[in-house]
């Protein structure tokens, strides 16, 4: 089982590594398959008949710390299979990654698109991969309730049919957001660093800018961000929902 402390191992029998009660109950209620269960007898116990794995074995605390990617090893280490990514609907709002690198922003990323219901998200082919344990572990479920398709970004965008609002400095500041009705749409955020790359830039129709209020700081953290813009572009779509008569 230590073999698949390896991305390359895992992505070789497209599983990925699961770790923690609260991920493993996560998996446990997705349709995701689970293929192993490595766990402490006081997790089985307390799971007798509910893992639904085709393997499972009990392991002591010891066993289980030199399974774990993380420092503290957390009672159940799992191995899910990965699903292939469904065909992407038309309309509602995607997330695009462009060369998103940082597993814990690519987390925290997928998670707050689970908050704000944007269940689609597109990468570019160079963004961290959506399986690394880091990346599942910041995600706190939402991996498994967000359809993430790995793409030629650019070409993606080009094809979408929708408008892309793009993050950047050059952008139209936010701020008027009864100004905003976005029924559908691309959120493209680029790399921690570098931003968006001039390939996807010129597919963006709509360049926005956090306004720097405080004058100060040089740069937003890129899931903060994505949050920040997920929020604005989808907040007449949460007034509207919360006005329809029932």
């Not at 599983?15 to 006081?42: D, L, N, Q």
């Amino acid at each position: 089982m230590a073999a698949y402390r390896l991305q390359k191992r895992c992505d070789e029998e497209a599983v990925f590594v699961v770790e923690g009660p609260k991920m493993a109950a996560e998996a446990m209620a997705s349709e995701f398959g689970i293929r192993v269960v490595c766990a402490t007898e006081e997790w089985l116990s307390a799971h007798a008949g509910n893992t639904v794995a085709e393997e499972c074995f009990e392991v002591s605390a010891a066993e289980l710390e030199r399974l774990s990617n993380f420092k503290t090893s957390n009672q159940v280490w799992m191995l899910v299979e990965r699903c292939t990514p469904r065909r992407l609907p038309q309309g509602g709002m995607v997330l695009a990654l462009d060369k998103i690198q940082d597993p814990g922003n690519m987390g925290t990323m997928l998670r707050t698109a689970d908050w704000f219901g944007v269940r689609h998200v597109v990468c570019s082919h160079d963004t961290v991969s959506c399986y690394n344990p880091k990346v599942v572990q910041a995600t706190m479920g939402a991996i498994f309730r967000t359809e993430v398709e790995y793409v030629d970004l650019p070409k993606w965008l080009a094809s979408c049919g929708m408008p892309v609002y793009g993050a950047s400095l050059q952008g139209n500041p936010i701020g008027d957001r009864d100004g905003v009705v976005t029924k559908e749409g691309v959120l493209l955020i680029g790399n921690e660093s570098r931003g968006i790359s001039p390939e996807a830039m010129a597919q963006v129709t709509h360049p926005v800018l956090i306004p720097n209020i405080g004058g100060t700081a040089e740069s937003l953290n890129a899931s903060v961000a994505a949050g920040i813009l997920m929020n604005y572009l989808l907040w007449n779509n949460y007034n509207t929902k919360k006005e329809e008569p029932r």
